[in-house]
């Protein structure tokens, strides 16, 4: 399935989604109006950094990748790619938004009267880290995932419910406000290792299932849940590469070693930076008479 045969195939619109184009530039556009000309509305405000613009311009980048590229489209016929987006979407980019939203802008926004008490409880470590996880497995239970695929409505309800559960679940580690980033670094440590236990269970059924276990990936789905775009398709259509159980073991695989590569990426910073306040706190005790 090339790039060339998705477009032609699938058309523009639906490869590329244009108004998916629109809300990531809408969507930066506002960012960088609230950080740049806009911040001295905020209380307490200081000016962003290159950094921190990056990190928000990549995950804005990601978010569009996943959901408006022909990932999405090729989402609905290879498990493999399907597990990519995943990953993507609930893995990296939230933790590049988080990385790169300075704590002003998301105090101002998010926690304020109305959301504080929503905010105070769902992103407490447990209620979030089991949010995220019990979704992230629910949504594939083979019944889930098949109907899903083939009703847009729940397709894209259940996507915004896991992107607003990895949001939360990434909070207590990464979020830069004090009334959300609560735990300590050895607490962090444990908190990451314990989200890489509450999703190899998943991860695990899909690897080393003997069976395929999703039919959308063996019949193709009934409808391309893409935005404007519900025609019937006939998956004899596509020169899928793989047999549908290498595919889903493919799938299990990309999504365990983004996981193992992302949560290792933010153990290695959380423990540099720990590092880092002990060697700061111990040359202060030296210096101190």
Known sequence: MTLTYFTETFGFRATWNPELILL???IGLAYFSLTGPLRQTFQDSTPVTR???TFFTLGLLGFYFSMGSPLNVAGHFLFSAHMLQQSLLYLVMPLLLLAGTPSWL??????RRGLKLFMRIASHPIPAILMFNALFSFYHMPVILDLAMNNLALHNLIHLLL????ILM???VVAPIPEIHRLSELQKLAYIF???VLITPACALIIFSATPLYATYVDGPSMLCAPFFS???DKSMFAVPLLPLEDQRLGGIVMKLMQELTYGVVLAYIFSTWYR???NQEEDGLMTP
């Open 106 to 111: 998301i105090r101002g926004l998010f926690y």
């Open 277 to 279: 306040k002990e060697k």
């Open 163 to 166: 992107l607003v559960t990895a």
């Open 170 to 172: 990434w909070m207590p």
């Open 51 to 53: 950094k921190q613009q």
């Open 24 to 26: 990531t530039f809408l």
């Open 231 to 233: 025609t019937p398709i």
């Open 194 to 196: 314990a989200n890489g």
